[in-house]
């Protein structure tokens, strides 16, 4: 790989004053009568060495008054060459001639050259720089070492210059010196990124900027002869000084030095021996299963010559220093395309069986079958099932879904392997995992075994939000189950039956009447507590009792033995409309904190956009977006491709509530009847009505509001408070100056609060009946919505129902109490993030003759949800990387949110975020 050796100074002179150095300072200890010996000077090729004995030799003559003799070893010389270089012309009387075959150890010979050095060094000090001495003769090198032993009471310097890892004569004996004589030990390192800026302004005369020097570093590793190749590439390629200077050609750089690296590694293994080229294919071939007794066996050499062909791939900067990559990944592209496709098939099977047979994992066994055409032994299909599997449980389902293809394409009719695809798939593509699964399900006749397929299928289609049609699969499953089956069996396809009618809007009516004629279970097993919190969702839908509600979700509560999981958010979704928020946010949270605590991507995410529902609707409108917004990066950090829209949606009303004009909304196309919750449903609609609010078009607010009531009421859905399409339908009513139309919404909504008894259903009563009120009741009945309010926690509609209040107690010349309430519901407001519902509190404050400066956004207001949710767990001192950790977000997006929640703040720390954020 490296360029041919120059026996000048290879690359510009810069990064080695240290060792320059370290020579002079050696061979002034020598001069003053410290022991002689010998400075070993190490380096990979290219490094540098020639560099400092020239530079070294060069100072020593200018400003010492010593003997300096300077020799290049070079492989096949005659013997004693380099020796006759050391002693000029002093060599012809005490060696033989060049034609004459002199024993190397002839102890006279020796001898006499070793006296005609002392008698030298009697006059003045000696450096012998000998440069590549791994080349060195035999017959050199056994005098060197005769010298050296001999070299303590001499002032002498042998100075041998040795690139590590190369072998030969000189490397085998020089090294053995220390210990055994004075020797100096001085190894020279890559250039540093300083160093390589020097070497492009000494070559170029150019002040290279950061990027360019990194790309060098990272093409070269910091050897000077690769740099100086480098250059001069660069220059074939018509990239001049000034194209370099101007800052703008990393890119090209990189390219064209990526180009030549590669050039120069095929170029260097196309000359070398067999076993290196064989090498190399098996890295190829085996990834990071490559090792010399492996690779050994595969091409059937001896694993010492296996191992000095890795060394020498190591060595010339072809394979990494771990031997098991290449440094440029072209080269193993290149390496595999120049195989034929028959032989490497042939040779892939061969890899395969022989790491079968080492025991080695069934990864690096499917990593070569998987590119085999035909993998149909069994002992291949077993491998490739077993990585399937490993790959699975390591979070990669990627490959495990090719490993399971490649076992279908041998074996299609193979039903298990089938189901472990689809469940794999689920993961990544739940699309393609329903493909899987109604294939699946077709090969299969047993009704117990189809009935716990379908459950599987039904909850990845619950995901994929394609429940539809999955119902009637899970009911043809119950249908067929024997009398006989297994009664938790059973149990678990009536809850999937109910999970998946209650995540569809046309099967929403038929859910609600299949959870009224289902039968409280015990809540005995994990199946028998769910089905019971199927059963609260539907008494909630409906709007029955709240009671029953709350004693369905308690049911078998303190048998639980399961982990906390996504199948958390029916209960706390639940619990909060029931009139417990407070215990919804506890069991939400809990379920955060342990399903992170996992791992568990999945649930996380869609707690995550259950509990950012439940903020939205008690005006936590900061926390609400910044739930939905970490959301939907777990979803992106993981690479799903699931449908996102519910967490899209809780962004989108968030912002409409917290901009105040709507501009914000980035809604969805109007999904025209696709699958969905009622509660995202209610979350949109109620959303784009207030939208459309803002724009000021009042009246086709009006329409989506008695739209979306249409269609919740042809669902049975009859809950006050999970979609109160109602009261903001009334309140539009109300503003429009036409409170005889909403007379029938306010006694429907009277109704269903008398039935859904909690406090907030009865402040959202009393609210809409006191904005139709116009006699002198209407005060009374404001009071005592606010209330209720105040007491659920729906801050929202206490905000509202205060504003509302304000003005009326201040048409009845009421001044002072109506400016405790307008004070309070600005403030309310301020705190949800509502700035618009904030203003027009101020206003009507104003008008009673209060007092309050203009309103403007705290910084902390300012930042998204996602950004304000980084910012609070980087004030608490964690790195970037546990925050990525911690939300199921990358590194780049965690740095991405910090950046700008910096920059929005005024701050440049961590601890800068500390009182910033409320």
């Keep these: 790989m490296m360029a041919e050796r120059r026996s000048a100074v290879v690359g510009a002179p810069v990064g080695r004053d240290a060792a320059v150095a370290t020579i002079r300072a050696r061979v ?6 410290a022991p002689g010996g010998a400075l070993l000077l190490t380096g990979p090729l290219g490094i540098g060495r020639s560099t400092v004995l020239e530079r070294a030799r060069d100072a020593l003559r200018d400003n010492y008054d010593v003997v300096v003799a300077h020799a290049i070893c070079m492989p096949g010389a005659p013997l004693f060459a380099p020796l006759r270089a050391l002693l000029g012309a002093g060599a012809d009387d005490l060696l033989p001639p060049p034609s004459d075959q002199a024993r190397p150890d002839d102890y006279a010979l020796l001898h006499r050259l070793y006296r005609h050095v002392a008698v030298l060094a009697a006059e003045r000090p000696v450096v012998l720089m000998v440069d590549d001495a791994h080349y060195c003769d035999v017959a050199t090198a056994r005098w060197l070492d005769f010298l050296l032993r001999r070299a303590a009471g001499l002032p002498l310097l042998v100075v041998l210059a040795l690139p590590s890892g190369e072998h030969g004569v000189g490397d085998v004996r020089f090294t053995d010196l220390d210990g055994a004589i004075h020797t100096t030990l001085v190894h020279l390192a890559p250039l540093s990124a300083e160093e390589i800026a020097e070497f492009i302004a000494q070559e170029l005369g150019i002040q290279p900027d950061d990027e360019l020097v990194a790309v060098c570093m990272e093409l070269t590793a910091g050897n000077a002869m690769m740099m100086r190749g480098l250059l001069t590439r660069l220059r074939a390629e018509g990239l001049q000084a000034e194209d370099l200077a101007a800052g703008t050609s990393a890119s090209d750089v990189a390219r064209v030095g990526s180009e030549w690296a590669i050039a120069c590694t095929e170029t260097w293994l196309s000359v070398q021996s067999e076993p290196i080229r064989q090498y190399a294919t098996g890295v190829a071939l085996l990834d990071d299963a490559a090792s010399p007794d492996v690779i050994a066996a595969l091409f ?24 098991v990559e290449f440094r440029t990944e072209p080269v193993r592209d290149s390496l595999l395309a120049a195989l034929d496709p028959a032989e490497m098939a042939a040779l892939r099977v061969r890899a395969a069986r022989l790491l079968a047979d080492l025991g080695r994992p069934d990864e690096e066994i499917a990593r070569q079958l998987v590119a085999v055409p035909t993998p149909a032994e069994p002992w291949m299909l077993s491998a490739l099932s077993g990585a399937a599997r490993s790959a699975a449980s390591a979070g990669t389902p990627e490959v495990a879904v090719e490993y399971l293809r490649r076992v279908l394409d041998a074996v299609p ?5 089938r189901v472990e695809l689809a469940m794999v798939l689920a993961q990544t593509d739940p699309a393609a995992a329903l493909t899987a699964f109604t294939e699946a399900l077709a090969g299969i006749a047993e009704p117990v075994v189809k009935a716990s397929l379908a459950v599987r299928y039904a909850m990845v289609a619950l995901g994929a939000r394609r429940s539809a049609h999955s119902v009637s699969v899970i009911l043809d499953a119950l249908t067929g189950l024997p009398a006989d089956a297994d009664a938790d069996l059973r149990v678990l396809v009536d809850l999937t039956a109910l999970v998946l009618g209650f995540g569809n809007l046309r099967t929403t009516a038929e859910a609600v009447v299949r959870g009224r004629a289902t039968a409280a279970p015990a809540g005995r097993t994990t199946s028998e507590r769910r089905l019971a ?10 709007g029955g009792s709240p009671r029953r509600a709350l004693e369905l979700i308690g049911l078998g509560a303190d048998r639980r033995i399961e982990p906390h999981d996504w199948w958390d958010v029916y209960p706390g979704i639940v619990l909060h409309f029931a009139g417990d928020p407070g215990a919804a946010l506890a069991l939400l949270d809990t379920a955060l904190t342990d399903t992170s605590r996992r791992g568990d991507a999945w649930s996380h995410y869609l707690t995550l956009v259950a509990r950012a529902s439940l903020r939205l609707d008690t005006g936590e409108l900061a926390d609400a977006e910044a739930d939905a917004e970490h959301a939907l990066g777990v979803v992106e950090a993981a690479g799903w491709k699931v449908n996102n829209a519910w967490a899209r949606t809780v962004v989108d009303a968030a912002r409409v509530r917290r901009d105040g004009n709507g501009a914000a909304a980035q809604w969805l196309p109007d999904s025209g009847g696709e699958p969905r919750s009622v509660l995202e449903y209610g979350i949109e609609m109620i959303g784009r009505g207030r939208e459309l609010v803002a724009a000021g078009d009042c009246e086709g607010a009006l329409e989506v509001l008695l739209r979306c009531g249409r269609e919740l009421d042809a669902m049975s859905v009859r809950n006050p408070v999970l979609v109160p399409w109602w009261l903001d339908a009334t309140t539009l009513l109300a503003d429009l100056g036409r409170p005889a139309d909403a007379v029938d919404l306010v006694e429907r909504g009277a109704e269903w609060a008398a039935s859904w008894d909690t406090t907030a259903a009865r402040g959202y009563a009393l609210l809409a009946q ?3 009120t116009s006699d002198r009741a209407r005060a009374d009945v404001l009071e005592a919505a606010v209330g209720e309010l105040t007491r659920s926690g729906a801050r929202l509609y206490e905000v509202e129902a205060r504003t509302v209040l304000g003005h009326t107690l201040l048409a009845e010349g009421r001044e002072k109490p109506a400016r405790r309430h307008f004070r309070t519901a600005v403030d309310l407001a301020v705190r949800c993030g509502d700035l618009s519902a904030a203003a027009a509190a101020r206003s009507g404050l104003m008008r009673a003759g209060g007092r309050m400066p203009g309103l403007t956004a705290a910084p902390a207001n300012m930042l998204t949800g996602s950004e304000r949710r980084v910012a609070v767990l980087a004030a608490e001192g964690r790195t970037n990387r546990e925050i990525a950790a911690a939300l199921f977000v990358t590194v780049r997006t965690v740095e991405s949110h910090l950046s700008n929640a910096y920059r929005k703040l005024g701050v440049q720390t961590r601890t800068g975020l500390v009182g910033h954020l409320g």
């Design 413 to 417: 009719d193979q039903v298990d392997t």
């Design 28 to 33: 002034e200890e020598v001069a003053f009568r």
């Design 770 to 772: 006191g904005l139709i």
């Design 533 to 542: 919190h199927q059963l609260a969702r539907t008494e909630m839908l409906s």
């Design 300 to 323: 059937g050499m001896s694993t010492a010559v296996a191992s000095a062909a890795r060394a020498a791939l190591v060595y010339f900067r072809v394979l990494a220093p771990s031997g």
